[in-house]
C-alpha cells in the first residue's frame, strides 16, 4: 500500500494526516500502529484522516498510536485545519468539523507571518456517568480523594468529548509520571480508560502541565487536556476564566467563557514534512 501522508505537530504533539478524499487505509487501527511507531514507521503520537462530511464541512477521525480511534484531539484539529487550507480543500478560514465528541470549529488567524489557529472546542462536560468515570452517579468529580497503592491523589474528572482526570500537584518535577501514569490511565473507575494530566499552578494566569495520554504514554503536549485542566483549575478557584497552558512543548492559550460556557484554545499548528508510506 504507498500512501501520501503529511507530519505535523502542534506544541510537539505529532501526527501522521492523511487526506481520506483520495487516500484509502484498510484496516485503520491495525495500519496507524504501524505507522506511529518511531523506528519501523513514520513516527507520531496518533494518525489523523481528513474525511468528508454530511453534516459539517469536514470529519476527523483520530487513531492514537495504540491503534484505538479517539473521540477528539485539540493539537490534532489545529493541525487539520492548517492541512485543509494549505491542500486548497477550502478557502475559508473557519469551518465546521464532524468529530465523535460533536461539532468542533476551527478558525485560522494570521498575524505578523505567524498562523495560530483559535479553536471552538464546546461545552466541557461534568457528570460523572457522562464522563465516564464510576461511583459519582452524575454529581461531579471535583477535588475528590482516591488512593492507589497506599498512593493519594485528589482528582477532578472532566470530559472535552474524550475523558481527563486532572491531579494538582506542588511540584511536577517530583511526578513519576511513567510510573503513575498507566496505572491511572486504567484505573478500574475509568471505564473507558483516561487521559491524566498532572498541573502545577505557578499563578492566577499560568498552569504548568504534564501529561499521560490514553493510547500513546507521555506527549509533549495534549490540546484537550489543556481545556480539560484550565475548567478543572476554575473549578478548584486554583486559576482565573483564561490563562497559559505551558507544556514540554509549547505553550496554549485557553479560555473558559463564561457567556456560552465554551472552551476556546488558541494555539499554533505546522507542517514537519510530507511524503509516501510504503506499508507491507
Ligand atoms: N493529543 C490529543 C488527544 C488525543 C486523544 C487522546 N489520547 C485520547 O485517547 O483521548 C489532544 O491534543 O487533545
Not at 17 to 42: H, M, P, W
Not at 60 to 79: H, K, L, P, V
Not at 123 to 147: A, D, H, M, S
Request: proline share 3%.
Amino acid at each position: 500500500m504507498q500512501l501520501k501522508f503529511s507530519k505535523w505537530q502542534g506544541c510537539g504533539n505529532d501526527f501522521v494526516l492523511v487526506n481520506g478524499f483520495t487516500e484509502n487505509i484498510s484496516n485503520i487501527q491495525e495500519q496507524a500502529i504501524k505507522i506511529c511507531d518511531r523506528n519501523y514507521g513514520i513516527g507520531a503520537d496518533g494518525v489523523i484522516l481528513i474525511l468528508p462530511s454530511s453534516t459539517c464541512d469536514f470529519r476527523m477521525q483520530i487513531f492514537n498510536s495504540d491503534g484505538t480511534e479517539a473521540e477528539m484531539c485539540g493539537n490534532g484539529i489545529r493541525c487539520f485545519a492548517r492541512y485543509v487550507l494549505e491542500a486548497g480543500l477550502s478557502d475559508k478560514h473557519s469551518f465546521t468539523v464532524e468529530t465523535k465528541a460533536g461539532t468542533i470549529i476551527p478558525q485560522l488567524i494570521t498575524n505578523d507571518n505567524e498562523t495560530m489557529v483559535c479553536v471552538d472546542m464546546g461545552t466541557p462536560v461534568l457528570k460523572g456517568e457522562q464522563i465516564p468515570v464510576t461511583g459519582y452517579g452524575n454529581n461531579r468529580v471535583i477535588n475528590e480523594p482516591l488512593t492507589v497503592e497506599d498512593h493519594r491523589f485528589n482528582i477532578t474528572c472532566v470530559s472535552m468529548g474524550n475523558p481527563h482526570c486532572v491531579i494538582f500537584v506542588d511540584d511536577i518535577k517530583k511526578i513519576d509520571i511513567n510510573k503513575w501514569g498507566p496505572i491511572l490511565e486504567k484505573y478500574k473507575i475509568f471505564p473507558n480508560k483516561t487521559n491524566v494530566e498532572f498541573i502545577q499552578v505557578i499563578n492566577r494566569t499560568h498552569l504548568r502541565m504534564r501529561v499521560w495520554e490514553r493510547g500513546a504514554a507521555i506527549t509533549l503536549a495534549c490540546g484537550t487536556g489543556a481545556c480539560a485542566s484550565l475548567v478543572a483549575a476554575i473549578l478548584n478557584n486554583l486559576c482565573d476564566r483564561k490563562a497559559r497552558l505551558e507544556l514540554d512543548g509549547g505553550n496554549l492559550s485557553i479560555a473558559w467563557n463564561e457567556n456560552d460556557n465554551k472552551v476556546y484554545m488558541t494555539g499554533p499548528a505546522k507542517k514537519v514534512f510530507e511524503g509516501i508510506y510504503d506499508s507491507e
